[in-house]
């Protein structure tokens, strides 16, 4: 089975911290993902990576950054965490035509 | 502009009953469509999908949906519904192609399902 991990299943950050939200996938895909999940509005593409050290912004990407040294590792960023970054942060990976998703990390900034 | 549609924020269904989800999307090209299913506190976990072919598709846990073409539409059903399907639903459209098709998805805002014992 596809396993996508997230490092922390709940984290609560202050205001201005530089948070780091890891995502490993074990099946060698190539291609990792970062969404965020409000209430109301689904999920939302924050960035996705189709290789290594490769990146490519998606729907909101501004307040993160990513970043992929290794094909099984996609951190997701925050240079300065703020109140409206409160939110459930999903990974994803995908070989090519299905995205298997990790159990999320809900995030709480205060 | 690509969008999905689920008109329905909550249903409610009795266990035993019928149950539809409604999905409209909009795209350019013939896209990739997918089901996915979420529980409470966990990620999203895929439920189907279609690519092409046959327009009725089987899941798993008992669900299908359908491909119509002319609604733009990929509806999910499941005939009788247990306690434990209680969960949020989403439907998820892509850009298609071999290689790429679940790149780029775009997620409709999810349709959350109570189940009455």
């Known amino acids: 089975d596809v396993k996508v991990t997230q490092s922390s299943r709940y984290l609560v950050k202050r205001t201005g911290e530089k948070v780091f939200l890891e995502c490993v996938q074990d099946?060698?895909?190539?291609?990792m993902f970062w969404y965020r999940q409000d209430p109301g509005l689904g999920l939302r593409l924050i960035y996705f990576s189709y290789d290594v050290k490769m990146k490519e912004k998606g729907d909101i990407p501004e307040g993160y950054s990513v970043s992929r040294e290794k094909k099984e590792r996609f951190s997701l960023i925050l240079e300065s965490a703020s109140t409206n970054q409160t939110s459930m942060y999903l990974c994803?990976?995908?070989?090519?035509?299905?995205?298997?998703f990790g159990p999320g990390t809900r995030l709480t900034v205060t | 502009a690509q969008s999905v549609t689920q008109p329905d924020i909550h249903i409610t269904v009795s266990e035993g009953a019928s149950l539809e989800l409604r999905c409209n999307y909009s795209?350019?090209?013939?896209?990739?469509l997918f089901w996915y299913v979420q529980s409470p506190g966990q990620g999203l976990q895929l439920l189907l999908k279609?690519?092409?072919?046959?327009?009725l598709v089987q899941g798993i846990k008992g669900f299908e949906a359908e491909f119509k073409r002319s609604q733009s539409s990929f509806n999910l059903r499941k005939p009788s519904v247990h306690w434990s399907d209680a969960a949020e639903y989403f439907c998820a459209v892509g850009p298609g192609g071999v290689g790429t098709g679940a790149n780029n998805l775009f997620f409709g805002t999810g349709t959350r399902l109570t189940v009455i014992p």
């Open positions: 099946m060698d895909h190539e291609n």
């Open positions: 795209y350019g090209a013939t896209p990739y």
């Open positions: 279609y690519f092409s072919g046959d327009t």
């Open positions: 994803a990976s995908s070989p090519a035509d299905e995205q298997y």
